[in-house]
């Protein structure tokens, strides 16, 4: 099914809206599901609509959550999710930190008692529009063992940074430190596809091509041993400095069994003027030119502008089953 960027948007927020979610919330949440859609980040679009309903009408997830900020330090803000979904917080906190950034000159953003957050570059993409330098990170439900072991302690722990680029689309690196984000082993998992082998392990600890049974396992981190104590520490700064749950202490985000995630995001909004004028915005485009004058090189996020500008043009391709089941969600099947 073909639908415009309009189309999907309304479509999200009237599965949100009859499953207890408030107007405003759901706004922003479809706003966030469809942005990834229009990227090509299907993982992180439409296909989580289902869960995020099913959370909120059980009251794993508070629809009707509106997040409280707070400032403990002059340039650290906190924002309790409220068991509500990530999005709201995070845009209460991000748009409050980059009020304050070109006067701090650095602030650091805690998110805690949250939920999934999405695609983490769109995040850090926000606040690089806005002329600053954005780092994000947050934890997830155990998905990843530590190194040598087998039982999944950690989340997949995503990591984004964004910069302006003057004349451009800002630079966006946005990585899951598992080899792959788990979204996608979710949604060949949906559809009965195989993995490759080196993605997860099954429930046993064996390598496994199975979707399934990888869901069951644990995901493998990116870098072996390194790639493990990156996820280490983005468990401590995206949950001890939030006071939220531990990936193993959290529930899932796929189904609506058990208490709410209460899983933490940690973020840093960086003036790039309070460190010598234009030195950065010279510097960042002279890098950028010399990468770009090596033939094959490809500056990271530029693909998903060049697939959320066709998106707005030609709409997205949303797989029927996931339609019809989005459109009985609405009360319109």
Same mark, same amino acid.
Not at 39 to 67: C, E, M, T
Not at 255 to 267: M, Y
Not at 294 to 302: D, L, M, S, V, Y
């Given at each position: 099914?073909?639908?415009?960027?309009?189309?999907?948007?309304?479509?999200?927020?009237?599965?949100?809206?009859?499953?207890?979610?408030?107007?405003?919330?759901?706004?922003?949440?479809?706003?966030?599901?469809?942005?990834?859609?229009?990227?090509?980040?299907?993982?992180?679009?439409?296909?989580?609509?289902?869960?995020?309903?099913?959370?909120?009408?059980?009251?794993?997830?508070?629809?009707?959550?509106?997040?409280?900020?707070?400032?403990?330090?002059?340039?650290?803000?906190?924002?309790? #999710?409220?068991?509500?979904?990530?999005?709201?917080?995070?845009?209460?906190?991000?748009?409050?930190?980059?009020?304050?950034?070109?006067? *701090?000159?650095?602030?650091?953003?805690?998110?805690?008692?949250?939920?999934?957050?999405?695609?983490?570059?769109?995040?850090?993409?926000?606040?690089?529009?806005?002329?600053?330098?954005?780092?994000?990170?947050?934890?997830?439900?155990? /998905?990843?063992?530590?190194?040598?072991?087998?039982?999944?302690?950690?989340?997949?722990?995503?990591?984004?940074?964004? /910069? &302006?680029?003057?004349?451009?689309?800002?630079?966006?690196?946005?990585?899951?430190?598992?080899?792959?984000?788990?979204?996608?082993?979710?949604?060949?998992?949906?559809?009965?596809?195989?993995?490759?082998?080196?993605?997860?392990?099954?429930?046993?600890?064996?390598?496994?091509?199975?979707?399934?049974?990888? *869901? /069951?396992?644990?995901?493998? &981190?990116?870098?072996?041993?390194?790639? #493990?104590?990156?996820?280490? *520490?983005?468990?401590?700064?995206? /949950?001890?400095?939030?006071?939220?749950?531990?990936?193993?202490? #959290?529930?899932?985000?796929?189904?609506?069994?058990?208490?709410?995630?209460?899983?933490?995001?940690?973020?840093?909004?960086?003036?790039?003027?309070?460190?010598?004028?234009?030195?950065?915005?010279?510097?960042?485009?002279?890098?950028?030119?010399?990468?770009?004058?090596?033939?094959?090189?490809?500056?990271?996020?530029?693909?998903?502008?060049?697939?959320?500008?066709?998106?707005?043009?030609?709409?997205?391709?949303?797989?029927?089953?996931?339609?019809?089941?989005?459109?009985?969600?609405?009360?319109?099947?």
């Amino acid at each position: 099914m073909k639908l415009s960027l309009a189309e999907a948007r309304d479509l999200a927020v009237a599965v949100l809206t009859r499953h207890d979610v408030s107007a405003e919330n759901a706004a922003i949440v479809a706003d966030a599901l469809v942005l990834a859609e229009a990227d090509g980040i299907a993982s992180h679009g439409l296909s989580r609509l289902a869960a995020y309903s099913d959370q909120a009408r059980a009251g794993k997830v508070n629809g009707h959550a509106v997040p409280a900020l707070s400032r403990p330090k002059p340039a650290a803000l906190f924002v309790d #999710a409220g068991t509500g979904y990530a999005f709201p917080a995070l845009a209460r906190g991000l748009d409050e930190a980059v009020r304050l950034a070109p006067e *701090m000159g650095v602030v650091a953003v805690a998110v805690g008692n949250s939920h999934h957050f999405g695609v983490a570059g769109h995040h850090v993409e926000r606040v690089a529009r806005a002329g600053l330098v954005g780092l994000g990170l947050g934890n997830a439900p155990a /998905a990843i063992a530590p190194w040598g072991g087998s039982k999944p302690l950690f989340g997949t722990n995503p990591i984004a940074f964004a /910069a &302006p680029w003057e004349g451009h689309d800002p630079l966006v690196i946005d990585l899951s430190l598992s080899k792959v984000a788990r979204g996608k082993i979710m949604v060949a998992a949906q559809k009965g596809e195989p993995i490759p082998e080196g993605w997860a392990l099954d429930p046993e600890g064996r390598p496994t091509t199975d979707a399934k049974a990888a *869901m /069951a396992g644990a995901m493998l &981190p990116m870098g072996d041993a390194k790639g #493990a104590a990156l996820v280490m *520490m983005v468990e401590l700064l995206a /949950a001890a400095f939030t006071g939220a749950h531990f990936g193993f202490e #959290a529930s899932s985000f796929f189904d609506d069994k058990g208490p709410a995630p209460r899983t933490g995001q940690f973020f840093l909004v960086i003036d790039p003027n309070g460190f010598g004028g234009r030195a950065f915005t010279d510097r960042m485009a002279a890098l950028m030119g010399a990468v770009s004058d090596q033939p094959g090189t490809r500056i990271p996020g530029r693909r998903r502008f060049e697939l959320r500008r066709r998106s707005e043009a030609d709409g997205i391709a949303v797989p029927d089953a996931l339609f019809a089941d989005l459109q009985k969600r609405a009360g319109r099947g």
